[in-house]
């Protein structure tokens, strides 16, 4: 079993915090290599393939480590498939995924021979058709289907419904079918499937896989080889435990795959994991400005804002949150944690939204004091903004 629990600030750590400049990532890389060490080995059991979700975190510290873990990549865009290459993971590896995939873009990850286009609409087979045959190659593919099964995540972040613009619904596979017989410098390799994001109901997985194999049953039937089954990431961290529950149950979401995909000999099972590689082993580190008390509510002014973590704000996605300070003075366990007054933890950016959370539960705070946001690994630095003309967010790492 993988350990659980991993405490990730101790003294030492909060008094380093107190000589910088606010607001940066703090980036816990031992916490990121036990990650990956559990999701490796998870996956080696099972021969399984799993590709890093770039677009989890692109920060080249984090990249590095991933690469020297033996993950692959999984990419959305042009410069994510230049970066991955860059810091080496082998092209073979990289998977291009996107609904939206450029000219210029399609030019790129085909120069750099990438294992695999996910591609998701008939129109795009026969563009990267055409702009292979202008390079006299051959692109491998694996078709996105979109499978209408539901992730029961937050709709902003579902993506395998009829209604979401992903991948090609399952009424247009004859086209499909028609358009990879047509283009010859199209290889099918296999089917693609993304559901959604930050899901933690294993039973999800199992309707997903029933799906992929009425999906696979679908074009052996017509002809096809299917090489590759590519079933996306999604798989969820918590939130809300981010010390005792600091990774993600990868052995049980791998046996869901070994246990209900119809696997078949030769065949190779792939994944895009993002989140639950990445989220736990960082945390966005901020001080209060200002103390504001009102009659009816106590706002806690932080110097980072929406600017420098947009989840809570656009997802309405939760973060703990902890007064490293008073932790520091007190106690070091946040379980022992006097939670005196209940404060709405907001950023200085002008607008209304900007707040972390409503009526959280703190020990008395004060100007000064240092504040973490957990659970910022993934989806966080990354949609950092320059809005209001902010700093660039700075990180700094666990060595
Ligand atoms: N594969 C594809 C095709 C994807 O679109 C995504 C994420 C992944 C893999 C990785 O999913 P993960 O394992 O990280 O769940 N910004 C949002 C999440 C957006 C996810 C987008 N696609 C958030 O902060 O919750």
Redesign the pocket.
């Known amino acids: 079993m993988t350990e659980k629990r991993i405490i990730m600030f101790n003294t030492n750590t909060i008094d380093k915090f107190q000589q910088l400049d606010t607001p940066f990532y703090y980036y816990d890389l031992g916490i990121l290599d036990k990650t990956l060490t559990a999701c490796k080995t998870a996956a080696d059991k099972y021969g399984f393939h799993v590709h890093y ?1 770039m ?2 975190n692109f920060n080249p510290k984090v990249l590095d480590r991933i690469q020297a873990h033996g993950f692959g990549a ?1 990419c ?1 865009s042009g410069n994510e498939v230049k970066a991955a290459i860059e810091h080496g993971f082998d092209k073979k590896s990289v998977v291009f ?1 996107g609904v939206g995939k450029s000219d210029k873009e399609i030019n790129l990850a085909l120069d750099a021979d990438i294992f695999c286009f ?1 591609a998701e609409s008939v129109q795009e087979l026969f563009i990267i058709n055409d702009l292979a045959k202008a390079k006299d190659k051959v692109a491998n593919i694996a078709i996105r289907i979109n499978p209408n099964v539901d992730a029961h995540t937050h709709h902003f ?1 579902t ?1 395998g419904l009829d209604e979401n613009k992903f991948g090609i619904n399952i009424w247009q596979l004859p086209d499909v079918a028609d358009a990879l017989r047509k283009c010859s410098n199209l290889q099918f390799l296999g089917i693609h499937f ?1 559901i959604g ?2 899901i933690t109901d294993m039973e999800v997985y199992k309707s997903l896989c029933t799906r992929i194999n009425e999906m696979q049953d679908w074009f052996t039937d017509h002809g096809f080889t299917v090489k590759v089954l590519n079933t ?4 969820g961290v918590d939130y809300h435990n981010p010390d005792t529950n600091s990774i993600s149950d990868f052995e049980s979401y791998f046996k869901v795959f070994k246990d209900f995909l119809a696997i078949k000999p030769g065949q190779e099972v792939h994944f ?5 590689l990445v989220a736990q082993s960082a945390a966005l580190i901020s001080r209060v400005l200002y103390v504001k008390n009102g009659l009816k509510k106590n706002f806690l002014v932080l110097d980072a804002g929406m600017t420098e973590l947009i ?1 809570p704000m656009l ?1 309405q ?1 939760y973060h703990e949150i902890e007064n490293l300070s008073r932790k520091s003075k007190v106690q070091s366990s946040k379980s022992d944690q006097a939670h005196d007054l209940k404060y709405d933890v907001v950023g200085p950016i002008c607008e209304s939204t900007d707040c972390f959370r409503k009526d959280v539960d703190l020990p008395e705070s004060f100007r000064g004091d240092l504040i973490a946001i957990r659970t910022a690994g ?2 966080a630095e990354v ?1 950092a903004s320059g809005y209001n003309l902010r700093d660039k967010v700075q990180s700094i790492y666990s060595e």
């Open positions: 979700a677009k989890a999984d959305v995924a996910n972040i993506t993304h994001s930050q996306g990431g999604g798989l895009e994991l993002g989140r639950a989840r997802y996605a993934a989806y949609m």
